[in-house]
């Protein structure tokens, strides 16, 4: 491993080999870093919380993480192999999350959230406490998960994304809403009621506009859009999107 002088990792934190802990960093003790990670300046890894309790009050990061600098991440969340994180992403406790994220500048998961493989988000995405969200999501900027009915109460219900859902730039899920599979809901939505799978949703209120398979590419093609998985695959490793389609057979 290689440790930067001014970085202050715990002796009870576990880094595994290979991994690299950036300027100014300080990983807490009840932290697990991955093989080959690498944790980025002015990091905050394992941040102590009374919200979680042995034996769930561990952070455990896989193997081959990149969390870029500026970054906090509370104690009591996981993380599957190959998380990547733009600057000054905030995780809190109890977030669960799969393998393969990518979570953009800026963004905060406020914990309590269930998070499946590949999940995306661009910069500036806010997952409230309590998101179910599955796998293959896509998460456009300045996109706002919510949880409280009533605002201010005690009452949280979080909201359940599909597997492959797509939410545009600039929209509010509200608190308790389910988007269905291959959904997408376009920019500057307001989703107040659940959203069928493979439908396009938009507008403020966000209503039904037509089925996303009635979309086609701007790419002279003529092609379906959607689901996206038949055509766009960049970024993915080889094989990660093999058998999208099994559940709509």
Avoid at 27 to 53: D, F, K, Q, Y
Wanted: with cysteine; charged share 20%; hydrophobic share 35%.
């Amino acid at each position: 491993m290689d440790i930067h002088p001014t970085a202050f990792v715990d002796p009870a934190a576990e880094i595994g080999d290979g991994a690299i802990i950036g300027p100014f960093t300080i990983v807490h003790p009840n932290v697990r870093i991955g093989a080959g990670s690498r944790i980025g300046s002015h990091c905050e890894i394992g941040v102590p919380t009374n919200l979680v309790e042995p034996p769930d009050h561990r952070l455990i990061i896989g193997a081959g993480a990149n969390i870029r600098s500026h970054s906090v991440f509370y104690q009591g969340s996981r993380f599957g192999d190959g998380l990547t994180t733009g600057h000054r992403v905030t995780v809190r406790e109890k977030v669960i999350c799969g393998r393969n994220a990518q979570i953009g500048t800026l963004s905060d998961l406020q914990g309590d959230a269930e998070i499946g493989d590949y999940f995306r988000t661009h910069s500036n995405v806010h997952v409230c406490k309590g998101s179910k969200i599955g796998r293959f999501v896509w998460i456009f900027p300045y996109v706002v998960l919510t949880n409280d009915p009533t605002p201010p109460s005690d009452v949280c219900v979080g909201p359940t994304i599909g597997d492959f859902a797509i939410i545009a730039t600039m929209s509010v899920i509200l608190p308790g809403v389910t988007v269905g599979a291959h959904a997408l809901v376009g920019a500057h939505s307001s989703v107040s009621r659940d959203v069928e799978p493979g439908m396009l949703v938009a507008g403020n209120p966000a209503k039904p506009i037509r089925p996303t398979s009635e979309i086609k590419l701007r790419d002279g093609s003529g092609r379906p859009a959607y689901p996206w998985p038949s055509h766009f695959s960049r970024g993915y490793p080889d094989g990660a999107l093999d058998g999208w389609d099994d559940d709509r057979a």
